[in-house]
Structure formats: C-alpha cells, structure tokens
C-alpha cells in the first residue's frame, strides 16, 4: 500500500513538472514569436528608410519616428515575456522544490512511524515472552516444593515408623528378658516358639473362619519360681 502510495505521489510531481515545462516551452515558442516579428518589423523600418529617402525629408522623418516607436514598443514586450518566463520557471521550480521537500518530510514520518510500531511490537513481545518465563519458572517451582515436601513427609514417616518399630522391638526384648528372668530357658524357648507360630497363623487371611481365632497364652507354674496361670 506504501509503495502504491509512493507511486502516485511521484507520478503527480512528474505531471506538474511536465507541466511546467511545457508551459515555459510554449512562452519559448512565443517569444520567439515576437523575435521573428521583430526582425520582420526591423527589415520593414529598414525599406522604410530607404523609401523615405527617395521619397523626401519630411516623409522620412516621420516614417522614421513610427518605426523607433515601434521598434521599442516590441522591445519592451519581448523584456515583458522574458520577465514572465522567468517568474513562471521560478514558481515551477519553487513548487516542484516544495512537492519534494514534502515528499521527503512525508517518507521521514512515515519511516519513524514504522520504527515507533516496530519497537513497541518488539517490546510487547518482549513482555509476553518475559511473562510466559516467568509462569514457566513459577510452575517449576511449585513441582520442585511440591515433590521437596513430599519427600520430607515420606522421610518423616519412614523415621516415625522405624522409630515405632525400634520402640516396640525393644519393648518385646524387655518382655522376653522379664519372662525369661522368671520362667526356666526350656519353658521359656518353647512359649516364645509357640507365640511366634501363632503370630504367624495370625498374620494369614482368615477366609474359612467365622470368627477371629484368639489364642491364648498358659504360662504354668514352673519348679523354678512361683509365677501364676495365665
């Protein structure tokens, strides 16, 4: 569209210079118009004073005096259209020195302009990438904390877990030390043999039974000591 634009503009400066220039062409061609009328009117002033001469002194000094005024009244004109071509060259030129003086200030505006939209469309996206980097880093982030925490709970629990399974380890040593301080090592050995069996039977799916099998633990009196039936 721009260029289009140009086109036309350049096209109208070429008109109004060929206008012009046909203009001073056609002053040219009648001054030298006048020129050649001059001339034509010298050669009759000059046959005028040759007739005057033969014809007498009264006759030729009027003869004379016509042709002088004459002859200045076309020299007059001729100065005339030489100042009018000359006045319409100089419009022509100051015209065709404005047209391009405004062309120039045109493709000037027109150029920053452009460059004023190209940085700000730069600039904007500019923005639009620095924010999508922006959510970008947010987003990595929010996954980094997020799986951060997540280990630090699954640690928590793992130390939670070991630290109930170490209490309760050493719950049942104190158990079994109380137990076997009381009860005789063969007694002892064969009870403790007997609740891990049933642990393990506990620990299986039931799937026949009606009800949860509850064992129970007899201790008996040993000859050792003096504990009491469970």
Same mark, same amino acid.
């Given at each position: 569209?721009?260029?289009?634009?140009?086109?036309?503009?350049?096209?109208?400066?070429? =008109? !109004?210079?060929? #206008?012009?220039?046909?203009?001073? /062409?056609?002053?040219?061609?009648? %001054?030298?118009? &006048? $020129?050649?009328? @001059?001339?034509?009117?010298?050669?009759?002033?000059?046959?005028?004073?040759?007739?005057?001469?033969?014809?007498?002194?009264?006759?030729?000094?009027?003869?004379?005096?016509?042709?002088?005024?004459?002859?200045?009244?076309?020299?007059?004109?001729?100065?005339?259209?030489?100042?009018?071509?000359?006045?319409?060259?100089?419009?022509?030129?100051?015209?065709?020195?404005?047209?391009?003086?405004?062309?120039?200030?045109?493709?000037?505006?027109?150029?920053?302009?452009?460059?004023?939209?190209?940085?700000?469309?730069?600039?904007?996206?500019?923005? =639009? !990438?620095?924010? #999508?980097?922006?959510?970008?880093? /947010?987003?990595?982030?929010?996954? %980094?904390?997020? &799986? $951060?925490?997540? @280990?630090?709970?699954?640690?928590?629990?793992?130390?939670?877990?070991?630290?109930?399974?170490?209490?309760?380890?050493?719950?049942?040593?104190?158990?079994?030390?109380?137990?076997?301080?009381?009860?005789?090592?063969?007694?002892?050995?064969?009870?403790?043999?007997?609740?891990?069996?049933?642990?393990?039977?506990?620990?299986?799916?039931?799937?026949?039974?009606?009800?949860?099998?509850?064992?129970?633990?007899?201790?008996?009196?040993?000859?050792?000591?003096?504990?009491?039936?469970?």
């Amino acid at each position: 569209m721009n260029r289009l634009e140009d086109a036309k503009r350049c096209l109208q400066i070429e =008109r !109004v210079e060929q #206008n012009s220039r046909q203009t001073v /062409e056609e002053l040219r061609s009648q %001054i030298e118009e &006048k $020129e050649h009328r @001059a001339k034509m009117n010298y050669l009759a002033l000059q046959r005028l004073k040759a007739n005057s001469i033969c014809q007498g002194s009264g006759s030729r000094n009027k003869a004379i005096e016509k042709a002088q005024l004459m002859h200045a009244q076309l020299l007059h004109g001729l100065e005339e259209w030489h100042k009018k071509v000359l006045e319409l060259h100089l419009a022509a030129q100051d015209r065709a020195e404005v047209k391009y003086l405004q062309e120039i200030n045109r493709r000037k505006s027109r150029v920053a302009s452009e460059r004023i939209l190209r940085e700000e469309r730069t600039l904007e996206m500019m923005r =639009r !990438v620095k924010e #999508n980097e922006d959510k970008r880093r /947010e987003l990595v982030l929010h996954v %980094i904390d997020s &799986k $951060e925490n997540k @280990a630090a709970r699954l640690k928590e629990e793992k130390e939670r877990k070991v630290q109930i399974s170490r209490i309760r380890a050493q719950q049942a040593a104190e158990l079994r030390q109380q137990l076997r301080e009381k009860l005789d090592p063969e007694t002892f050995d064969k009870k403790a043999a007997r609740v891990e069996l049933e642990l393990r039977v506990l620990r299986k799916p039931q799937t026949n039974l009606s009800c949860k099998f509850v064992p129970r633990l007899h201790l008996r009196r040993c000859s050792h000591c003096r504990c009491r039936r469970n």
